[in-house]
Nanobody, 133 residues
């Protein structure tokens, strides 16, 4: 059974930090890219970051809104992807989801932005991040 378990969300003040984790099982981890998406109240789901686990160099991609503040990393031994979020802003408030994409980050990020596509095959349940002003 495929599982993606997102954790690490919580309440933090503006400027604070949180570290999200996505624990995975049930599929060959290094054959998949893992992406983070988020959905704020009343808004569409949007891509945040992606990492290609089948890439020796660990290709990473970020939405413009989080570049320089968020860092995605992968632990192949633990089959886990982390998202370090620094300098958090109220507009980062959302439910954060991790998703697995077998075709790589290039199928969910192109033309300079993330897309919500069928390439995101498996999804976790989400973890809530709230940034207070």
């Amino acid at each position: 059974e495929v599982q993606l378990q997102a954790s690490g969300g919580g309440l933090v003040q503006t400027g604070g930090s949180l570290r999200l984790s996505c624990a995975t099982s049930g599929f060959t981890f290094h054959d998949y890219a893992i992406a983070w998406y988020r959905q704020a109240p009343g808004k569409e789901r949007e891509g945040v970051s992606c990492i290609d686990n089948d890439d020796h160099d660990g290709n990473t991609l970020y939405a413009d809104s989080v570049k320089g503040r968020f860092t995605i990393s992968s632990d192949n031994a633990k089959k886990m992807v982390n998202l370090q979020m620094n300098s958090l802003k109220p507009e980062d408030t959302a439910i954060y989801y991790c998703a697995a994409a077998p075709d790589g980050c290039g199928w969910v990020y192109y033309h300079g932005r993330f897309y919500d596509t069928d390439s995101l095959r498996y999804w976790g349940q989400g973890t809530l991040v709230t940034v207070s002003s």
